[in-house]
């Protein structure tokens, strides 16, 4: 099992930064993908941005050149930069961290945090 615990979630005026952080504790593989997703009220979850323990990246067009996903693999933890909030960021935001077992997929979910942006 895996524990993710999200927090830095809050209210910020448009324009405004806010950064997430994500810390992953248990049975963690050294091969893994962390990421952020969002769910806005009366909308599906859509994936933020993500983060391969290797480095790579892969980011929403919505929040491209705002947003900037990071990871330090030492403490297990996963960094989400929010630059030049917009309303539409408004939403609750999840960790989540998949990896592989024998050919099976595991997804780990944090409980989320609520990320507000006010006009």
């Known amino acids: 099992q895996v524990q993710l615990v999200e927090c830095g979630g809050g209210l910020v005026q448009a324009g405004g930064s806010l950064r997430l952080s994500c810390a992953a504790s248990?049975?963690?593989?050294?091969?893994?993908?962390m990421g952020w997703h969002r769910q806005a009220p009366g909308k599906q979850r859509e994936l933020v941005a993500s983060?391969?323990?290797?480095?790579?990246?892969n980011y929403a067009d919505s929040v491209k050149g705002r947003f900037t996903i990071s990871r330090d693999n030492a403490k297990n933890t996963m960094y989400l930069q929010m630059n030049s909030l917009k309303l539409e960021d408004t939403a609750v935001y999840y960790c989540?961290?998949?990896?592989?077992?024998?050919?099976?997929?595991?997804?780990?979910w944090g409980q989320g945090t609520q990320v507000t942006v006010s006009s």
């Open positions: 983060i391969s323990s290797g480095g790579s990246t």
């Open positions: 989540n961290l998949y990896q592989t077992s024998w050919g099976r997929r595991q997804d780990y």
């Open positions: 248990g049975s963690i593989f050294t091969l893994n993908t």
